[in-house]
């Protein structure tokens, strides 16, 4: 869980430096669902936690675990978060 981390990270960059510090580490079954999100945000962006469930072959309760467990509330959330990480990307390549 994070820790010292009040709020959730606001940025997919902040989330990989949050991970690459060891500020947030994951249990087993969550660490694969983090894997798959950060190799594929784009897919995520426009998946249900059903869809992202699938493929990373756990529970959709496990993905909304992974999402409480780095700070957010709901996945809709989450998945605004990793939205506008697509949009400030794709618009940074203009």
Do not use: N, Y
């Not at 690459?20 to 087993?28: D, K, N, S, T, V």
């Not at 798959?36 to 059903?50: D, G």
């Amino acid at each position: 869980m994070l820790q010292d981390q009040p709020s959730p990270p606001s940025t997919l960059h902040e989330l990989k430096c949050l991970i690459a510090r060891r500020q947030l580490m994951f249990p087993i079954g969550l660490e694969d669902v983090a894997r798959e999100i950060l190799e594929k945000p784009e897919m995520t962006a426009f998946e249900s936690a059903a869809a992202v469930a699938r493929r990373c072959r756990v529970s959709p309760t496990t993905v909304h675990r992974f999402v409480r467990h780095i700070g957010f509330q709901t996945f809709s959330e989450f998945r605004a978060m990793i939205r506008e990480h697509l949009r400030r990307t794709a618009a940074s390549h203009c």
